[in-house]
């Protein structure tokens, strides 16, 4: 079964600081990796997304991801938050076949001092 | 993108009745359709997987026999919370990949349930 863990619960920054959230997955095949971004009060919304091809992903907002393989490793980077990247984050993983169900890390809160 | 949608987006009932939630893809078709609960300030924990025509996969712990769901068509999937109770009052969320698709899965945006 799959199981996805995140290392930080609540992570407090200033505006222009640089961002690493930490996301590791457990899994023994082929996955799908997620991050996405609840805003206070908001439903989910997807940031990126890995299924193949190059271990960096690009998403929306200047987000971006790395997967290492070797590590089991998808973390969440941004070079400079902003007061508006305050909310939650998880990150989530399926199995690579059809339409499996995504399981959820527990979250980090993020807080952005203006 | 795709959009899922939930009604309603908020709910109040009595201890002891039964609340049905849908959940509509409206614009692409969805053979499996995910049930999460969210609790605040927590994660989203899956309940169920609604496969259309067939009946559903329930995840350790849930009860089938109080969270009915069916998934009569490739857009609808409902969830019936039976005899509700105040430890029941949550956020629920539903989700469906488009057919065909797995690596992105749509929200609702979610029904927030209070048990009075």
């Known amino acids: 079964a799959q199981s996805v863990s995140q290392h930080n619960h609540h992570v407090i920054l200033s505006e222009a600081a640089s961002l690493e959230l930490g996301c590791n997955y457990s899994?023994?095949?082929?996955?799908?990796l997620f991050w996405y971004v609840q805003y206070p009060g908001q439903h989910l919304q997807l940031l990126l997304k890995?299924?193949?091809?190059?271990?960096l992903v690009k998403g929306i907002k200047g987000f971006e991801a790395e997967f290492i393989k070797s590590k089991f490793s998808f973390n969440l980077r941004k070079p400079s938050v902003q007061w508006s990247d305050t909310a939650e984050y998880f990150c989530?993983?399926?199995?690579?076949?059809?339409?499996?169900?995504?399981?959820f890390g527990s979250g980090t809160r993020l807080s952005i001092r203006p | 993108g795709a959009v899922v949608s939930q009604h309603p987006s908020w709910v109040i009932c009595k201890s002891g009745t039964s609340v049905k939630i849908e959940c509509r893809s409206l614009?692409?078709?969805?053979?499996?359709m995910f049930w999460y609960r969210q609790f605040p300030k927590q994660s989203l924990m899956l309940m169920a997987t609604?496969?259309?025509?067939?009946?559903?996969?329930?995840e350790q712990g849930v009860e089938k026999d109080k969270f009915l769901i069916n998934h009569a068509s490739l857009t609808l999937s409902t969830l019936t919370v039976t005899s509700a109770h105040p430890e029941d009052s949550s956020f629920y969320i539903c989700?469906?990949?488009?057919?065909?698709?797995?690596?992105?899965?749509?929200f609702g945006q979610g029904t927030r349930l209070t048990v009075v």
């Open positions: 989700s469906a990949f488009a057919r065909g698709k797995n690596t992105e899965a749509f």
């Open positions: 899994y023994g095949g082929t996955v799908n």
């Open positions: 890995y299924f193949s091809g190059d271990p």
């Open positions: 989530a993983v399926n199995a690579q076949s059809s339409a499996s169900k995504i399981i």
């Open positions: 614009d692409f078709q969805a053979t499996t």
């Open positions: 609604s496969n259309e025509g067939s009946k559903a996969t329930y």
